[in-house]
C-alpha cells in the first residue's frame, strides 16, 4: 500500500519572543522546494518586558487573528476549511503556541489540520479538548525538551503560560 503524500495547501509559522525568526527562512526554501505554499507570521522582536504583562499578550494574539483572517481571504478556495486535508497547517516555536493556542480559544473560525509546537509555552492543561470537539484541529505534534529552561519557569512569571515545552501535555 502507497502512503498518500501530505501536501497541505498553505503552512504557517509563528516564532517566540526576543528574535528576529530566521529559522524561518529555510523553512520557506524547503516548503517552496516542495512545492508548498507558506506564510510566516514575523511580529518582530517582542520584548520580556512587553511579554511578562497580559494586555500586551493579548493584543499579540488579536494581531495574529487579523493576519490569519486576511490571509484566509486571500488564500481563497485554496484553503477550505470546513475540509480537514485542505486547512493550512502551522508550526509554532515557544510564544508562537501562546499566540496561536489562546487565538483558537477565543475564535471557533480559526481552524489548522496540524499544528506543530517547538517548546511551547503554554500551560500542561491547556484545553486542547475544547478545540479538538470544535473541530478547530485535526493533529497537534509537540516537541518539547527538557533541557528548555525558559519554557521550565515561564509559567511563574507569565499569566496563561506553563512548562508543557519543558515537561509536555
Not at 494574539?61 to 476549511?81: A, C, I, P, T
Not at 485542505?86 to 481552524?111: E, Q, T, W
Not at 509546537?117 to 492543561?125: K, R
Not at 529552561?149 to 515537561?167: C, E, L, Q
Amino acid at each position: 500500500n502507497k502512503i498518500p503524500r501530505f501536501k497541505p495547501p498553505l503552512v504557517i509559522s509563528v516564532h517566540g519572543i526576543r528574535t528576529r525568526a530566521r529559522w524561518q527562512r529555510p523553512l520557506r526554501k524547503i516548503l517552496k522546494d516542495k512545492g508548498i505554499p507558506y506564510e510566516a507570521y514575523n511580529f518582530g522582536y517582542y520584548s520580556v518586558i512587553k511579554f511578562l504583562f497580559q494586555p500586551f499578550n493579548d493584543k499579540m494574539v488579536d494581531r495574529f487573528y487579523d493576519f490569519y483572517s486576511l490571509l484566509m481571504e486571500k488564500m481563497g478556495n485554496k484553503v477550505q476549511l470546513d475540509k480537514q486535508n485542505k486547512r493550512s497547517s502551522i508550526i509554532v516555536h515557544s510564544f508562537g503556541a501562546y499566540i496561536v493556542g489562546y487565538c483558537m480559544l477565543k475564535n471557533p473560525d480559526v481552524k489548522f489540520d496540524k499544528i506543530i509546537l517547538c517548546g511551547s509555552i503554554l500551560p500542561p492543561d491547556f484545553d486542547w479538548e475544547t478545540l479538538i470537539r470544535r473541530g478547530q484541529v485535526n493533529m497537534v505534534r509537540h516537541e518539547f525538551g527538557i533541557y528548555d529552561i525558559w519554557a521550565k519557569i515561564v509559567g511563574r512569571f507569565v499569566p496563561k503560560t506553563g512548562d508543557s515545552g519543558y515537561r509536555g501535555f
